[in-house]
């Protein structure tokens, strides 16, 4: 699963807003202290030693706690099996553990259930009957309330109730509010939902949920090895439109991923960079850039809440292939620079 669930294939899409001034609209309160999160790779086998020392040692305040499940394309079910098959890091237990370790280090928790398509994405996902719909959703909500429930009991931060789920919402919106509600008896703390970097703005239900969470990899530059100011140049047009929808919205925005390979070419579409990835040149300084950029960009912004980087492998155990070009900046130029900003 390295690179499960990150982004779409999908273009770019042109977002309306309304020309209301930003100097007019009513200004959020500040939040708390960001959210300076680590997306932890779930290990296939118990930590052979505490994970927290080193999220510490880069500043990080959280950590997102991904249970897998997944659904075969064509298939109407969502399979998740905690007694086999998954990975000890994304049964329950392992889940309890890495969530009691993460507090007893003071490390806060956002739980991130997150559905994997294998050679699909989660956005185009869809069905032609509504009895096939009905099979689904009905499997989706006792798996995510499952860990609402774990959640609840492990006094989990924050939870997050999906992952780009594109089509699904479109055509579907009736089950998601209803999930909301029955999440909401189950879970009392801070809720989010995880949309894709060009459809934030066509999800319905931010009024009942605390963040309005994306994914953050907009593409940004071409270049080989882009340029710090270039970037947060190519930021600006959308930070100030995550701007103006936080405001209208009366909610925070929150990065619940972003990430870059550490390879060529990594400020514009890593879903793309992904294929072929074992043949591309590795290029530490395009990843560390491009954090330079979005952390300068955004870290100073009230209406930001945070982000999750994607990703972090605990001990350095649960990757599959190529580490050194994938998202993780564990022993890249990267890591020097998100501690920097985390710390």
Not at 240 to 258: A, I, W
Not at 289 to 306: K, L, M, P, R, V
Not at 312 to 339: C, I, S, V
Request: glycine fraction near 8%.
């Amino acid at each position: 699963m390295l690179f499960a669930g990150c982004t779409n294939p999908s273009p770019q899409q042109s977002t309306s807003y309304t020309s209301q001034s930003l100097s007019v609209l009513p200004a959020l309160p500040k939040t708390d202290r960001k959210i300076n999160g680590l997306t932890f790779v779930a290990p296939p086998e118990p930590f052979s030693q505490n994970p927290m020392p080193a999220v510490q040692a880069v500043g990080a305040g959280w950590i997102a706690v991904v249970p897998y499940a997944f659904t075969r394309p064509g298939t109407p079910n969502v399979q998740y099996h905690e007694h086999g098959q998954q990975w000890w890091g994304e049964r329950p237990a392992g889940a309890r553990e890495t969530i009691r370790l993460a507090h007893e280090a003071g490390i806060r928790v956002m739980l991130k259930p997150q559905v994997w398509i294998p050679r699909n994405w989660t956005g185009t996902l869809d069905f032609e009957s509504t009895e096939d719909w009905a099979t689904w959703e009905a499997d989706y909500e006792r798996y995510i309330l499952r860990f609402a429930a774990l959640a609840d009991s492990t006094g989990a931060d924050m939870f997050c109730i999906g992952t780009e789920f594109r089509t699904a919402i479109e055509k579907r919106p009736q089950f998601w509010n209803a999930l909301i509600l029955k999440i909401k008896a189950v879970y009392k703390g801070k809720l989010t939902y995880s949309s894709n970097w060009d459809d934030w703005d066509k999800v319905p239900f931010w009024s009942e949920l605390d963040y309005i969470g994306m994914g953050g990899y907009f593409p940004l530059l071409q270049e080989t090895t882009p340029d710090v100011d270039r970037l947060k140049k190519a930021w600006q047009p959308i930070r100030d439109r995550l701007k103006t929808y936080s405001r209208q919205q009366g909610k925070p925005v929150l990065f619940t991923e972003f990430g870059y390979l550490s390879v060529d070419s990594c400020g514009w579409r890593n879903w793309e960079l992904e294929r072929g990835i074992e043949n591309r040149n590795i290029n530490e300084q395009a990843q560390a850039n491009c954090y330079e950029a979005i952390f300068s960009t955004f870290q100073h912004e009230d209406w930001w809440a945070g982000s999750f980087l994607w990703k972090w492998f605990p001990n350095m155990r649960g990757h599959e292939g190529y580490p050194e070009r994938d998202y993780t900046p564990q022993g890249k130029k990267g890591e020097a620079t998100l501690r920097k900003w985390y710390k």
